[in-house]
């Protein structure tokens, strides 16, 4: 049975380096090392696209030859907001883009028999609502922790969020925009479904195991 989201609120970062590097890690050979240094790189990718409508203002400045109007970043300041623990693996990636980013940490754990999200740890910045949030984890599975996470953060006051994966599900996918009708999600892929174990198929196996290697 296919599940219906809408794919307006989706957008899939495809660019050519990004599916590439992404066959890479899906591989079930390809190590922690390189998993972790792909799950870096491909958060750099999401992250260039996520914050493409960041606003502007213009700023002086004095080059070797002139003075020059250029632009500056203006508006409010970001969080980058990792699930624990696999978003972790996203964090660094991010940081080299934004590196003037806060970061807040949401621990979620899943039930293995009823796959319900569990929060264990959170730990925001004191002026989270006044900043665009970044909430990453690498798969958007169910949606269990995602939709606790931004429901966590909604009660904090946070206006703008948005949702980085690397891999989701179209279960996920609807799951969360049903509990979040103003979340933007930002993926590498959308894959075709979940198994009986709720994992990604095809996927990529448990992102949090390859990368931190306690497979
Ligand atoms: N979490 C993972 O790490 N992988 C999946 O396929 C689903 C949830």
Do not use: W
């Not at 972790?88 to 940081?95: E, K, Q």
């Not at 606790?148 to 599900?169: F, H, N, P, T, W």
């Not at 103003?182 to 196996?205: Q, R, T």
Request: contains cysteine; hydrophobic residues 40%.
């Amino acid at each position: 049975m296919s599940v219906s989201y809408d794919p307006a609120r989706v957008t899939v970062v495809d660019h050519p380096l990004v599916q590439h590097k992404l066959s890479i890690l899906r591989d079930e050979k390809t190590g922690t090392k390189q998993f972790r240094d792909l799950v870096s790189e491909l958060a750099v990718f999401e992250g260039y696209e996520a914050t493409r409508d960041l606003p502007l203002e213009d700023v002086q400045v004095t080059t070797p030859i002139r003075e020059a109007t250029c632009k500056q970043l203006a508006g409010r300041k970001l969080a980058i907001v990792p699930i624990l623990r696999a978003g972790l693996g996203m964090v660094d990636g991010l940081l080299e883009l934004i590196p003037a980013a806060r970061v807040g940490h949401i621990g979620m754990y899943r039930d293995e028999v009823t796959h319900e999200p569990h929060e264990y740890y959170c730990k925001l910045p004191q002026d989270v609502d006044e900043r665009i949030c970044l909430l990453v984890d690498p798969m958007l599975a169910t949606g269990g922790s995602a939709t606790a996470a931004l429901e966590y953060l909604r009660k904090q006051g946070v206006s703008d969020i948005r949702l980085l994966c690397i891999v989701a599900a179209p279960e996920g996918i609807k799951a969360v925009q049903d509990a979040d009708p103003n979340v933007k999600i930002f993926a590498c892929a959308i894959d075709e479904g979940l198994n009986e174990n709720a994992y990604i198929v095809p996927g990529l196996g448990d992102a949090g195991d390859r990368i931190f290697g306690t497979l």
